[in-house]
């Protein structure tokens, strides 16, 4: 028979968070498989744990999954962790579940520490529905352009990002979403110096701004789902086809913009969606 795929959750700072089952399947499996070895290694050598480390990560991947597959195939059972939190939430890991699940090998997840969880269960804005957006880009043009398709959603919106580029991420979520906008910022969630404030988003720009929010750790933004209506997606795919049928794609767009109130640039792409 073989081995079982563990999807294990980590502490996300505070190495108390890590739950009795997960320390005892770490200790319990033949290999670990590491986003970081140096930074896995600390956490092992804090509960005692002698499992063997081996690498894992975007980089190595492909390569990775073929040799941890085969250790599965043989009967041995792996862990699979990243840096911090859920693996394959923003992390690496993806490729190698997909492969197990093709192998026919049992994957377990070891649920615990997540920063989304963590920031949503604190932020006080609702979560009967969310979307987890990962990292924005990196760039004020892409993330601007990345921040309008979000602009009619109305689910709550989850996004990391890092400490270097918080304050214009939020400088650019006030001119897309607007100041008014309810939102929470998680800093340094779990940890020694953990912030978390619920405000406006122009308010949290200001506090970030003026230090009030310190510029320092891994920030989780929560953002508030549009009030607004959104327009049926039936009836504007009808709307650009038959604007298509008599304009240029360009044009189709504009129009359809100035009567539905919805992004020039999101309505064209729906539009070359529709022509295939």
């Known amino acids: 028979m073989s081995g079982t795929l563990f999807v294990v959750a980590t502490p996300i700072g505070n190495l108390e968070d890590l739950t009795p089952r997960a320390r005892q399947t770490l200790n319990e499996v033949v290999f670990i498989a590491a986003e970081d070895t140096r930074h896995t290694g600390r956490l092992l050598m804090h509960i005692g744990c002698k499992s063997r480390l081996m690498s894992l990560h975007d980089h190595n991947e492909e390569k990775a999954s073929g040799r941890i597959i085969k250790i599965l195939l043989d009967g041995d059972s792996v862990a699979l962790v990243s840096d911090a939190g859920t693996p394959l939430v923003s992390d690496p890991g993806f490729r190698l579940v997909r492969a197990a699940h093709e192998a026919g090998i049992k994957v377990s997840p070891i649920p615990g520490a997540s920063a989304v969880t963590a920031a949503l269960s604190a932020a006080g804005i609702p979560t009967d529905r969310f979307c987890f957006e990962g990292f924005a880009p990196s760039r004020s043009a892409a993330r601007k352009d990345w921040l309008e398709k979000l602009t009619h959603e109305r689910r709550t919106l989850v996004i990391y990002e890092s400490v270097h580029r918080i304050d214009d991420c939020l400088a650019d979520m006030v001119a897309v979403f607007g100041p ?97």
């Open 180 to 276: 008014e906008r309810q939102a929470f910022i998680g800093r340094e969630l779990t940890k020694l110096h953990e912030q978390c404030v619920q405000s406006s988003l122009g308010e949290l720009q200001r506090q970030v701004d003026d230090k009030t929010i310190v510029g320092k750790g891994e920030f989780v933004v929560v953002v508030a789902g549009s009030a607004e209506e959104r327009e049926s997606s039936l009836e504007v795919d009808r709307l650009l086809r038959a604007l298509s049928a008599r304009l240029s794609a360009k044009d189709s767009a504009k129009v359809a913009a100035e009567a539905t109130g919805l992004k020039r640039n999101a309505l064209y792409e729906r539009l070359l969606e529709l022509k295939g």
